[in-house]
């Protein structure tokens, strides 16, 4: 093991989060036996398509409480978060591996949860071609998720001059968490926007294929991880709070913070989208919105800034909201 | 999703226990949805080799205990035992991925954990290319390990009149957990053998370029794993107790239950096993020993089973023996 020395270069910059200081911390130590780290998935070359891999991990107390979800939705939940990191990078689905720990008072609840799980990889496309089950005290879903791609969209192909686009409509996982941490009832939209996301594959091939820059899935929350994309790019970007496409009742600060909607969010330039446009609405059920724009790294606004500005206004201050939620933060 | 109907054909047979019974469940509930399960490893093909991926889990409490080791063998163990399911293919190392489940209490050994895992990648030949880190009540480790391989060697080749054979010398593990759950103290050599076991990828290689027909790892135990080869390549096999090469002081009967050995198991021509033979002691540290033979399968011996038989008893009673151990029967 060589000795700690920064992250290698190969890596992308990550923003900010306790999550991503201890991604750090274990990259230090790793030195150049790590490489390629922070973006949705990795690349591994191919001739002629490159197979992407990634992993994802639900946990029962951390990403979904058991009286929230039925199995069947857990399951789904669980192959969904996963299969859209490969959405992100334009790929189409290969095969998808589920290492389960199953405590004994969940044994009854895995047919169903199978269940799930299989629905969701099977409408996109996939087939599962292994796994790993054990015991444990906590029920926790790692899946592997493997696709091929011609032309991989990472994180950091953002350029100034570049539209920020989002698929769907934001800001139902985080209404829904909100009412029930708060022991109320979620509305039927807000729940179902957590408990049945649907990987955007489709999507992701569609933007890859009109010359997307750069694209991730949104698992943090807009502003995190259009941090991640800023940073990965070396720019700073632009979110206009009147443009985001906001489900009915839903604020703009609720959506910016809205983590684990497993959207695309997208950086293109205007040209792209606009021959792209017609393709989309004929094709595409889901809606995508231009809701900000790419800006060169500067002083005031260096590399990584995220900056939330009403379109019309004069004034660069900066609207506050909710970050996304990260598990890692010092409580 | 399909209705139950029976595993897929292109499954492997796998031996008995409750752990196998779950995930003959799942495949049930998956139909044609999931193909190949039951090897160590999958396969996605590619030209000129095919690429093998396996995941593997090892969780606090139930694969070992936070006082047994050091945070650096947690990490290298965890490693190990999913590599050691690249080595049962024949294939070579390319790239892991590491989903962490981090207790609060266990941040301050992330960076050990992070050193004893890159080690062992490093010695193998591995990339570390990705992972996921999330909270939660209880540490795992979940690895995904990916190879390449010209001919996959599965469970599913051995015929009559192979040999059976093993490499390394067995027992340690089965010892060191046998102490310390009495609340004894286990010896170097067996607390070695489960703190730091080495995945047999240059063996496993050796043994495919030799004419290995059928290979896999020893993670439940020997008894458990020859029948799982057993079952998948339709044999029934015979195991000589006296021949097995266990460590000082350890009994066969120990060898035959000892779980978590990442040893590897392969079914040979003997013609294949001479060929080898000087190639192998002038190249490889471990051991290669003959220990039983692979029988056609009958009305007697179905295919799957498994007989523990000295060499030159004339007796076919067979030998009692403690099993692998099964997180998964009841108890």
């Given amino acids: 093991?060589?000795?700690?020395?920064?992250?290698?270069?190969?890596?992308?910059?990550?923003?900010?989060?306790?999550?991503?200081?201890?991604?750090?911390?274990?990259?230090?130590?790793w030195g150049t036996l790590a490489v390629g780290l922070g973006d949705d998935?990795?690349?591994?070359?191919?001739?002629?398509?490159?197979?992407?891999?990634?992993?994802?991990?639900?946990?029962?107390?951390?990403?979904?409480?058991?009286?929230?979800?039925?199995?069947?939705?857990?399951?789904?939940?669980?192959?969904?978060?996963?299969?859209?990191?490969?959405?992100?990078?334009?790929?189409?689905?290969?095969?998808?591996?589920?290492?389960?720990?199953?405590?004994?008072?969940?044994?009854?609840?895995?047919?169903?949860?199978?269940?799930?799980?299989?629905?969701?990889?099977?409408?996109?496309?996939?087939?599962?071609?292994?796994?790993?089950?054990?015991?444990?005290?906590?029920l926790s879903i790692t899946t592997t998720v493997i696709g091929t791609v011609a032309r991989a969209i990472t994180r950091e192909g953002a350029r100034p001059g570049d539209l920020l686009c989002v698929t769907g409509t934001l800001g139902g996982p985080g209404a829904a968490l909100a009412a029930w941490t708060a022991g109320a009832v979620s509305s039927d939209w807000a729940?179902?926007?957590?408990?049945?996301?649907?990987?955007?594959?489709?999507?992701?091939?569609?933007?890859?294929?009109?010359?997307?820059?750069?694209?991730?899935?949104?698992?943090?929350?807009?502003?995190?991880?259009?941090?991640?994309?800023?940073?990965?790019?070396?720019?700073?970007?632009v979110m206009h709070p009147e443009q985001l496409p906001v489900g009915q009742g839903i604020t703009p600060e609720t959506a910016l913070g809205s983590g684990e909607e497993y959207e695309l969010l997208v950086a293109m330039p205007p040209a792209a989208v606009d021959a792209l446009r017609p393709h989309w609405d004929a094709q595409q059920q889901t809606p995508l919105t231009i809701i900000g724009e790419v800006q060169a790294a500067s002083v005031e606004h260096p590399a990584g800034t995220v900056r939330v500005i009403p379109r019309n206004s004069q004034s660069a201050v900066r609207v506050e909201f909710a970050t996304g939620h990260d598990h890692f933060s010092p409580s």
């Fill in 1 to 29: 093991m060589s000795p700690a020395r920064g992250d290698a270069p190969s890596h992308l910059a990550m923003g900010p989060g306790g999550e991503f200081d201890l991604i750090r911390t274990m990259m230090a130590r």
């Fill in 41 to 138: 998935a990795a690349q591994l070359p191919g001739d002629p398509r490159t197979r992407v891999v990634s992993v994802d991990a639900a946990v029962d107390g951390v990403h979904f409480r058991r009286g929230w979800l039925t199995p069947q939705e857990i399951g789904g939940r669980a192959a969904a978060a996963a299969l859209s990191d490969l959405a992100a990078m334009g790929a189409s689905v290969e095969a998808v591996l589920l290492a389960l720990i199953v405590p004994p008072s969940w044994d009854a609840d895995v047919p169903a949860l199978a269940d799930g799980f299989g629905e969701v990889v099977q409408a996109a496309g996939g087939r599962i071609v292994g796994g790993n089950l054990s015991r444990g005290e906590t």
């Fill in 191 to 237: 729940r179902a926007r957590f408990a049945r996301p649907v990987p955007r594959i489709a999507e992701g091939q569609a933007l890859a294929a009109a010359g997307a820059h750069a694209m991730l899935d949104l698992s943090d929350g807009l502003v995190s991880d259009a941090r991640h994309l800023a940073a990965a790019s070396g720019v700073s970007v």
